[in-house]
């Protein structure tokens, strides 16, 4: 994958180009195809705002047989989770979406502590943050239980036990989303900072995951 700039900061937007050699398994590109990119980093979530197809074939090649011959095995379902793999990989640009979340002291989940109200609300909107953020395809409670350096079967034990006062679950527990209640979003409200204010309030992310992009 070759991108075009070295960071990632919010708002800002990279070109990717994607060929045969990025073939690993998420995503299968033809020889003599590439596909070109345009993403931003819209609140931690990775963006696809353009995706151009183009081949390296001469120009006899290019009939419409042609082109569907060599697109027939294209595959690229997965193409954000792999872009949120590679760009999340420590080595390169490191992107993380936990860094557009708003600071706060997740310790008493992982020490086992007694937990308060502000607690349960702040670990609600991370959870729907997440849910937002990651692709489809990436595991929440996986990825959650890695950031807090908690066990999988501990966070969802968390999710299950969280109040409903703070957070209310869609359909089934095993279901991906859910919304905080107003009295979660007062509470956030009355003990953060301006600055995190302002991001609560700004972020699409933080507070419903109602299944759609926001973006």
Not at 91 to 118: A, M, N, V
């Amino acid at each position: 994958m070759k991108i075009h700039g070295n960071e990632f900061a919010l708002a800002s937007k990279l070109n990717v180009e994607l060929n045969s050699e990025d073939n690993e398994g998420l995503i299968f590109i033809p020889k003599n195809i590439t596909l070109l990119l345009e993403i931003e980093n819209y609140y931690g979530k990775i963006i696809i705002n353009s995706l151009r197809l183009e081949t390296q074939e001469d120009e006899f090649s290019l009939t419409k047989k042609g082109l569907e011959a060599s697109t027939a095995s294209l595959d690229i379902k997965l193409i954000d989770r792999y872009l949120f793999k590679i760009l999340g990989d420590k080595s390169g640009i490191g992107h993380s979406p936990y860094s557009y979340f708003i600071s706060y002291d997740f310790t008493s989940f992982e020490k086992g502590r007694r937990l308060t109200d502000i607690d349960w609300a702040m670990f609600a909107s991370l959870y729907v943050f997440a849910c937002n953020v990651l692709p489809e395809s990436v595991k929440v409670e996986l990825s959650l239980a890695k950031e807090l350096r908690i066990s999988e079967e501990n966070f969802k034990r968390f999710l299950k036990k969280m109040p409903k006062t703070i957070f209310r679950k869609n359909e089934h527990i095993e279901s991906r989303g859910g919304n905080l209640t107003f009295e979660a979003e007062e509470l956030i409200l009355s003990k953060l900072s301006s600055e995190n204010k302002v991001l609560f309030e700004e972020s699409p992310y933080l507070k419903f995951y109602s299944g759609s992009d926001l973006a």
